[in-house]
């Protein structure tokens, strides 16, 4: 077997089509969310110089330093754009406005993606930023939109909304989860804490502390914490959700440190008063619940002895056992056809 075949053997369909379709590499090639580094791998071995852009902190973790853009998509013009699509049709949209924004009409987009997550309405967004823009057939449930002509429209990404139920505007790029809308989960989580740990801006003399918002997506729970004079900080493992939540903190006027990073790392232990999170239930497309689960493993060891943990979940997901036994004394405070918040609080140091 010679060194493309196994190369190609690593990638998955999404990737191995995105590399038939795109023929032979050109000398710069710009790839875009790559999964596990498999397009960064393909394009560096063909002989192109490549940069990758990916807005998961874990998948920057696969391209090689010499590979990593650390800004999103600027200063340097592609040939080709590898570009693994975003399920939401918002995601598309944002990154085609950048996309479109940043290269060449000669550019070539190669934009791939799981058929099941694809729609004609991605084809139209796509529209709205270049001239041309063709499918390609499906392969192994797999399908791939061809874009050239760079028309640069009106960028209308990342978007204000103001959220009266929680008094916040929110801001937020348009691969984030939910983009700026409140989550029903979100919403019941504040409403919940607002009525229950003591709101200080109903009552001043509760309590604030330093409070970290675990998975902070827009920002919402984050700005909604500082507001209430808790020394906050947000973490997300989304680069986009980090620059959306320091936009969120920065139009409702409160301070909010911003930090990229995968659930606690980088968190001092006994550090934290009050940790809030609606944790996230997926990774990339995939349902799964390990990395909350070792977020609450950890939180233990983050919060200082008195401090709080508080979580909004769907209902059948099994995480209050785990608070419980990681956490600490854990009552459901709010729960409706859907969601449960949940409280686990560490115990005092005696
Ligand atoms: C359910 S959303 C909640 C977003 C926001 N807090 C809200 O209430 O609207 C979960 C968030 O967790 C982020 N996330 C996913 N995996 C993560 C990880 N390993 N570490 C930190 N954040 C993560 C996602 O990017 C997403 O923004």
């Given at each position: 077997?010679?060194?493309d ?6 990638l ?13 590499l ?8 790559d999964?596990?580094?498999a397009l ?15 807005d ?16 999103p998509l ?9 570009w693994?699509?975003?399920k939401?049709?918002?995601?598309v949209?944002d990154?085609a406005e950048?996309?479109a924004?940043h ?9 791939g ?6 729609t004609?309405n ?5 529209g ?7 499918a390609s057939?499906g392969r192994?449930k ?8 760079a ?24 691969t ?6 409140l989550?029903d989960?979100t919403?019941?989580?504040l409403?919940t804490?607002?009525r229950?740990a003591?709101?200080p ?19 919402i729970?984050?700005?909604w914490l500082?507001?209430r004079?808790?020394?906050t ?7 986009f959700?980090?620059?959306s939540?320091?936009?969120?903190a920065r ?8 930090r ?14 009050l940790?809030?999170?609606n ?10 619940s ?30 209050l056992?785990?608070?419980?036994r ?8 709010a729960q409706d056809?859907?969601?449960?918040v ?6 005092p140091?005696?």
């Amino acid at each position: 077997m010679d060194a493309d075949t196994m190369a190609r053997m690593t990638l998955d369909p999404v990737a191995a089509l995105m590399l038939d379709e795109a023929g032979p590499l050109p000398d710069r090639v710009l790839v875009v969310d790559d999964v596990g580094g498999a397009l960064t791998r393909a394009a560096v071995d063909a002989g192109s110089d490549v940069r990758t852009w990916c807005d998961d902190l874990r998948d920057v973790a696969h391209v090689p330093p010499a590979q990593r853009l650390v800004a999103p998509l600027t200063d340097w013009t592609p040939q080709l754009v590898l570009w693994r699509l975003p399920k939401s049709l918002s995601g598309v949209e944002d990154y085609a406005e950048q996309l479109a924004a940043h290269v060449d009409p000669a550019t070539r987009v190669v934009a791939g993606g799981r058929t099941k997550h694809m729609t004609p309405n991605q084809n139209a967004a796509l529209g709205r930023q270049f001239e041309q823009v063709s499918a390609s057939l499906g392969r192994q449930k797999s399908r791939v939109l061809h874009a050239t002509g760079a028309r640069p429209a009106a960028v209308r990404w990342p978007l204000r909304r103001h959220l009266p139920e929680v008094g916040i505007t929110a801001i937020a790029h348009g691969t984030v989860f939910n983009t700026n809308r409140l989550d029903d989960g979100t919403h019941l989580l504040l409403r919940t804490l607002a009525r229950t740990a003591g709101d200080p801006v109903v009552d001043p003399r509760a309590f604030r502390g330093v409070a970290l918002d675990v998975g902070c997506g827009s920002g919402i729970i984050a700005a909604w914490l500082a507001q209430r004079g808790w020394e906050t900080t947000a973490t997300d493992v989304s680069a986009f959700a980090v620059a959306s939540t320091r936009l969120t903190a920065r139009a409702n006027n409160v301070s909010v440190r911003v930090r990229h990073a995968d659930m606690l790392a980088g968190t001092g232990p006994d550090s934290v008063d009050l940790l809030v999170s609606n944790p996230p239930f997926h990774i990339g497309a995939a349902k799964d619940s390990s990395p909350t689960l070792a977020m609450i493993r950890e939180a233990g060891q983050v919060l200082r002895p008195g401090g709080e943990l508080w979580i909004v979940f769907n209902g059948h997901l099994p995480y209050l056992g785990a608070l419980r036994r990681h956490v600490g004394n854990t009552t459901i405070e709010a729960q409706d056809r859907h969601y449960i918040v949940a409280r686990a609080l560490k115990a005092p140091q005696l």
